[in-house]
C-alpha cells in the first residue's frame, strides 16, 4: 500500500506525558501537513512542510506543539505535557505541488487518536 | 474570511434519493474545491473536486455544482447508497499557500436500506 500511513493508530496517555506520532507520506510528495480533528468537526489546519522546510507553524495551538521533518519525508508531531483538551484525531495529510502551479490535491492518512487521561 | 460554512449539519436519505449538501464561502481567492468523504475510524478520502471556472463537474453518481457569483457550491449524490453514508466535508483553498486549505464542519449522510 502506497498510501500515508501514521503511527500509531491510537494513543492513550495520562495529562502532563509527552507523545510523538509518526507520518509516512507518499513517497513522491512534496508537501506533508498535520491537521487536528475533534469529534463533529472538520480537519483544523495545524502545521505543513514543503519538503524539509517547515512554511507555517503560527496555527500551532501552543508551545507545547511542534513538528519535524527532518529529511523531507517522514514527519513527526509531538505534544508535550499533553492536557485533556487535547483528545482529538490527529490526521496526516501529502500532497505533490509542482513548480508550475496547478491543482493540489491532498490525501489523508487514517489518523492517531489520542485520548489523555 | 477565511471560513466555509457547510449545511445541513445531518441529513437522512431513502435509498436512491438524491443527497445534496450545501457549502459556502466568502474569501473570493479560493480556487479550488474540493469534496472529501470519511467514514468512522479513517482518514478523510477525497472525492470530487472543482476549481471556480467551472459551473459544474460529474464523477459517477457525484456531482459538483458551483456558483461563483453566489459563492457557493454544492455536493449532489445521485442514487444514494447505504454505503454513502459517511460525513462530508467541502473544503477550499487559496492560492498555493498550505495554509489556506480550509474545510467545513461536516455533514453526517445516513441513507437507510
Known amino acids: 500500500d502506497t498510501g500515508v500511513s501514521q503511527n500509531p493508530r491510537h494513543k492513550i496517555t495520562k495529562r502532563g506525558q509527552n507523545v510523538t506520532f509518526r507520518c509516512d507520506p507518499i513517497s513522491e510528495h512534496n508537501r506533508l501537513y498535520w491537521y487536528r480533528q475533534t469529534l463533529g468537526q472538520g480537519p483544523e489546519f495545524l502545521t505543513y512542510?514543503?519538503?524539509?522546510?517547515?512554511?507555517?507553524k503560527s496555527r500551532l495551538l501552543s508551545d507545547r506543539f511542534s513538528a519535524e521533518r527532518p529529511k523531507g519525508s517522514f514527519s513527526t508531531l509531538e505534544i508535550q505535557r499533553t492536557e485533556q483538551g487535547d483528545s482529538a484525531m490527529y490526521l496526516c495529510?501529502?500532497?505533490?505541488?509542482?513548480?508550475?502551479?496547478?491543482?493540489?490535491?491532498?490525501?489523508f492518512g487514517p489518523g492517531t487518536r489520542l485520548l489523555v487521561l | 474570511q477565511q471560513q466555509v460554512k457547510q449545511s445541513p449539519q445531518s441529513l437522512i436519505v431513502q435509498k436512491g434519493g438524491i443527497s445534496i449538501i450545501n457549502c459556502a464561502y466568502e474569501?473570493?481567492?479560493?480556487?479550488?474545491f474540493p469534496w472529501y468523504q470519511q467514514f468512522p475510524g479513517k482518514g478523510p478520502a477525497l472525492l470530487i473536486a472543482i476549481r471556480p471556472d467551472v459551473s459544474e463537474k460529474k464523477e459517477g453518481r457525484f456531482t459538483i455544482s458551483f456558483n461563483k457569483s453566489a459563492k457557493q457550491f454544492s455536493l449532489h449524490i445521485m442514487d444514494s447508497q447505504p454505503g454513502d453514508s459517511a460525513t462530508y466535508f467541502c473544503a477550499a483553498r487559496r492560492d498555493n499557500y498550505g495554509q489556506n486549505f480550509v474545510f467545513g464542519p461536516g455533514t453526517r449522510l445516513s441513507v437507510l436500506p
Open positions: 495529510a501529502s500532497s505533490l505541488v509542482r513548480a508550475s502551479g496547478g491543482q493540489e490535491t491532498q490525501y
Open positions: 512542510f514543503q519538503n524539509e522546510a517547515q512554511l507555517e
Open positions: 474569501n473570493t481567492a479560493f480556487d479550488y
